[in-house]
């Protein structure tokens, strides 16, 4: 037994070393560890806003403009032009609830956008 108190000293020294280190480092960058962006100190940095979207030819004015926004079971709508393709795509052919399945609901243009109305829910 005396003889393990001297081995297990000299082993010690370094895991309590590194041990100081890791929680020595682990604090100093506290925006990353909060996932946010960081300047050079470490403070965090708020991000700057998305810009708004433009308008592009993406509204609509009837209804025709508008088109389920998923192949299968859709629930939402959106202009023609970011209409999915749908041609490779393999629908089941069940009804599902809250859908626009077997004529539940249909896209309609409101306010020059698209959205769902639900005629018939199930």
Not at 37 to 52: I, T
């Amino acid at each position: 037994m005396s003889y393990a108190a001297p081995m297990l000293v000299p082993r010690l020294i370094p895991l309590c070393l590194l041990s100081f280190t890791l929680v020595a480092c682990g604090g100093q960058n506290k925006a990353n560890d909060m996932g946010g962006p960081a300047d050079e100190l470490g403070d965090p940095v708020e991000p700057e806003p998305a810009p708004e979207p433009e308008p592009d030819g993406d509204v609509c004015s009837v209804d025709a403009d508008c088109v389920p926004a998923q192949c299968c079971h859709p629930t939402t709508c959106v202009p023609a032009s970011q209409a999915p393709d749908c041609s490779e795509v393999a629908c089941t052919e069940e009804c599902q609830g809250g859908t626009m399945d077997c004529g539940q609901g249909h896209c309609s243009c409101d306010a020059g956008g698209c959205t769902v109305v639900f005629d018939n829910p199930l």
